[in-house]
């Protein structure tokens, strides 16, 4: 009986769950007659298959196709005519429902068959289309955002709305701001019937960003060979927030202002300063997981210069501390430390291995760091590389391969095995991209000549010179080697990008309660050899890489000034052998006209006029040198000032001549690397200005010398006599990443024959200011020094009749540091940023040079190719000057050139 009751049971039990599955399937085959828009299951088959058994398809009709061709969509669904229908394919109306469906273009599908016969039926295929987009509108954010959104989202007028294109949008805005640190930006994105077409909608998107994500804290664990704080200085991208966060729009603003660099001023120099505390000012805190990835490999590698080579991040969470907060949870397996054992080299033939071994510079018990062992074997910064070294003497093919043949516990032996091949010569030498600049111009400076060993350093040194010339681009400079192993050659082209270099001065300066005007003309690229050429004159000859220059300077009445100077950096075209000849015209009154009337008419010299004329002319020749280096240059210069004084009274003597005729020698090694925005090297000089000894050449062989001690200043000093020795150097040493640190000292000193003579009222120094006030006509040098009055730095000197009065100092020291950084390396507008600490001073004996007035400030340079460099800084001095007890703590200075107000 139990047998027989559980056989039962099962019978109940089976025939449930066949009455279930017959329930489902007839509840299914109901379900298919239309397909719901809002639904992911598509199609409807309108008659009941009994009827269509062994039926054949007469005709197959569409019904609601607008946008795409019903021959496309009869052959995508499979069904043809002709086709028989029968109990073994039912399911082919669900199948071309599903074929149609798969398109993505429709919210509606329904099959039905009319016209039905004994034998055949047609098919009725009735689709409505999906909406498509009309176009589409942001809502709630900056228009900024809504330009690289319209890039990421890739929305286009004409293309089908689906709600996986609306979910995709979402995610795309969502993505978009996560990498900003948005991570709960919400997403509304509604449909609006565009009232010009029925067939098409407008996207209205809304988007809330809400507060950004920080970090509030980043924990460590695991870590014992490097410090908490140590290994969050390696997490520059991520970082905790501080409250210096709102600081940084700051920094948006100055993104705005210089679009064409990725990171702003701010936030880079916060990059530099996170190498030193891992706070940032300018920085927000935010979270990308992208940057924490960086991050990561960062960290790595720094326990990795320190020769954990086992080191890895083995576990990382970020928690929820609050709707706008995270923090970073993560341990770290340090290893143990690896060390160099023994270091051999193969394949060396060219150089002895202890000649490498000394560049390498890796000895036996050294902490194994893979950076320094590849800064050692590849082209390090300053070339003193083991590559570099093949490199530079034609093995263009050599190829280094480190491997390590054993690690024993701690220890490592690496085999550097080397293949040299053989040595490469240039073949052939181009040039691309100088629209302006003729061919000649640019070859001059190459380094690289066809038929020379191929090298790497004289590569790099015509980039120098190509940069120094002041026609090209830097940052757009580049060279193509293309090696040819089969016959061991190698083609260079040069790729260079033509920038403006004419310059249009204009200039203005406030003193003697006048204001002062220049305006120059510099063409840095002109051509007399085309001067005649009327095709050439586009507007100017130009392309041979000569300068000419045009100044004007005035206040109207009282004073005039003209200059013209021409360059020619070649003389005879076959060595740098520049020669410049130049000539100068100054005149400066007192607002009288030089002649007036008399009450019969007559012309008289006018005798209130007062009137100080110059004339000038100079020669100089410049050579490059080729020992210590190809770097030095040696000018010398030759100069001829005349005085002409009509009751000037702001000189030495009123009225008479005096004559400066002197000769110049300048030592100096140029090496930095371009003219406008240097990152590195150093600009070195040195130069000695002399008279002859006048004095001491009467003593020597007049008959009747003279006595000077009785000589009044207009013979005493109607030819000047002095010696002056100048020496100045600038240093540019790139911190990371375009932040420049540039430090720069000098020293003048102006010397006397005689004593009896005393110091020349020529060629004094005078310290203070911006370098630019009072256009002054006589032989004097300003030196600027920011944070104090123009010129009024200055001893008191109790010899002088008035002791507080300032006629210039023969003895002069300054001493300056500023931190740069370019916001702009646009050509057409390079600017950047600068901070700056400087100390100077004058003395007319007993010398002193820690005895300095000091200041310190900021300010900001921008060089446009039409105006030259242009400056504004602020400068607060830290000391007073006794002999003018009055001046302000803070100035403003105004500065135009690169050089004006340099010792």
Not at 10 to 33: A, M, N, P, W
Request: proline share 4%; glycine share 8%; charged share 25%.
């Amino acid at each position: 009986m139990k047998h027989i009751k559980k056989e039962k049971d099962d019978l109940e039990k089976h025939l449930r769950k066949y009455c279930k599955v017959l329930f489902f399937l007839t509840f299914i085959t109901s379900g298919f007659s239309q397909v719901n828009p809002g639904l992911s299951k598509p199609s409807g088959i309108g008659s009941s298959l009994s009827t269509e058994e062994k039926k054949t398809i007469g005709k197959i009709r569409i019904e609601g196709s607008q946008k795409v061709d019903k021959k496309a969509l009869i052959l995508i669904s499979g069904l043809q005519e002709g086709q028989r229908i029968s109990s073994e394919n039912k399911d082919v109306y669900a199948n071309a429902i599903k074929q149609l469906w798969d398109q993505g273009l429709f919210s509606d599908i329904q099959i039905f068959s009319e016209n039905q016969t004994e034998k055949t039926l047609d098919v009725v295929i009735k689709i409505t289309e999906r909406k498509r987009l009309s176009r589409f509108t942001f809502d709630g954010i900056k228009k900024t955002e809504v330009d690289d959104l319209r890039e990421d989202i890739d929305l286009y007028k004409e293309k089908i709305i689906t709600r996986e294109l609306l979910m995709n949008t979402e995610n795309k805005i969502k993505a978009y701001y996560k990498d900003k640190g948005f991570f709960n930006t919400e997403v509304t994105i509604k449909e609006k019937q565009d009232s010009l077409f029925k067939s098409h909608n407008i996207l209205a998107i809304h988007i809330k960003k809400n507060a950004k994500i920080k970090i509030d804290e980043i924990f460590v664990s695991g870590n014992k060979a490097l410090s908490d704080q140590k290994v969050k200085k390696q997490f520059s991208e991520t970082k905790k927030r501080t409250v210096f966060d709102p600081f940084y729009k700051f920094g948006g603003f100055v993104k705005s202002a210089f679009k064409k660099d990725s990171l702003t001023f701010s936030r880079k120099l916060s990059n530099y300063l996170s190498q030193r505390v891992n706070i940032s000012i300018f920085k927000p805190s935010k979270y990308l997981k992208s940057n924490f990835s960086s991050d990561k490999e960062k960290l790595i590698a720094k326990y990795n210069e320190l020769g954990y080579r086992d080191a890895m991040v083995t576990f990382d969470t970020i928690v929820s501390t609050s709707s706008d907060g995270i923090s970073i949870h993560m341990n770290v397996f340090e290893g143990k430390p690896y060390y160099f054992r023994n270091i051999s080299w193969t394949g060396n033939t060219k150089y002895k291995t202890s000649t490498l071994q000394k560049i390498l510079g890796i000895q036996k018990g050294d902490v194994y760091n893979q950076k320094r062992l590849d800064e050692r074997l590849f082209m390090s910064q300053n070339s003193t590389d083991v590559s570099s070294l093949y490199m530079d003497n034609g093995y263009l093919f050599f190829q280094l391969t480190p491997v390590e043949i054993m690690a024993v516990e701690d220890s490592i032996d690496i085999d550097l095995r080397i293949y040299e091949g053989r040595q490469a010569r240039i073949k052939r030498v181009g040039i691309t991209g100088n629209d302006k600049t003729n061919d000649h111009v640019i070859l001059r400076e190459i380094r690289t000549k066809p038929g020379q060993l191929f090298s790497r350093s004289d590569i790099i040194r015509t980039q120098r010179e190509l940069s120094q010339l002041g026609f090209f681009d830097p940052e757009q400079l580049n060279v193509i080697p293309t090696p040819n192993p089969v016959d061991g050659t190698v083609d260079i082209d040069y790729i260079v990008a033509e920038k403006p270099s004419d310059q249009l001065q204009l200039s203005a300066g406030w003193g003697g309660r006048t204001l002062y005007g220049t305006l120059g003309l510099s063409f840095n690229n002109f051509s007399t050899k085309n001067f005649f050429k009327k095709d050439a004159w586009q507007p100017l000859p130009s392309g041979d890489g000569q300068r000419l220059s045009i100044q004007a300077q005035s206040n109207g009445i009282t004073y005039q000034g003209y200059n013209i100077s021409f360059t020619e950096p070649w003389l005879g075209g076959k060595k740098p052998n520049a020669l410049t000849v130049s000539a100068w015209y100054n005149q400066q009154t007192n607002g009288q006209p030089k002649n007036i009337e008399d009450s019969l008419g007559n012309k008289l010299s006018n005798p209130q006029r007062q009137a100080l004329k110059i004339y000038s002319f100079s020669l100089a020749l410049g050579t490059r040198l080729k020992w210590p280096d190809d770097y030095f240059t040696l000018s010398h210069e030759l100069t001829y000032q005349n005085y002409n004084l009509q009751s000037w009274n702001q000189f030495i003597f009123n009225t008479g001549k005096s004559n400066n005729l002197f000769y110049k020698a300048t030592l100096s090694r140029n090496s930095i690397d371009q003219p406008i925005y240097p990152r590195k090297g150093a600009n070195i000089k040195t130069s000695l200005q002399l008279t002859l000894p006048y004095s001491g050449l009467n003593k020597a062989f007049a008959s009747n010398p003279k006595d000077y001690s009785d000589l009044p200043d207009q013979t005493k000093y109607k030819w000047a006599e002095y010696y002056k020795v100048k020496f100045s150097a600038d240093w540019y040493t790139e911190i990371v990443n375009k932040l420049v640190l540039k430090t720069k000292v000098g020293f003048g000193f102006l010397g006397q024959y005689n004593n009896t003579i005393g110091t020349a009222p020529f060629e004094r120094f005078y310290l203070g200011g911006s370098g630019l006030a009072n256009f002054q006509v006589d032989a004097r040098e300003i030196i600027a020094l920011r944070g104090y009055d123009d010129q009024d730095v200055f001893p008191f000197n109790p010899s002088l009749a008035n002791p507080i009065s300032n006629t210039g100092q023969p003895i002069i020291s300054k001493y300056t540091m500023e931190l740069r950084y370019p916001l702009s390396l646009n050509p057409q507008a390079t600017i950047f940023a600068l901070g700056f600490l400087e100390a100077g001073n004058t003395w007319y004996d007993n010398f002193n040079p820690f005895s300095m007035r000091r200041s310190g400030g900021f300010g900001i340079r921008a060089f446009l190719p039409m105006f030259g460099l242009l400056g504004l800084d602020w400068g607060y001095r830290f000391d007073d000057v006794e002999t003018r007890p009055g001046m302000p703590k803070s100035q403003i200075h105004f500065t135009i050139g690169a050089n004006l107000g340099e010792l």
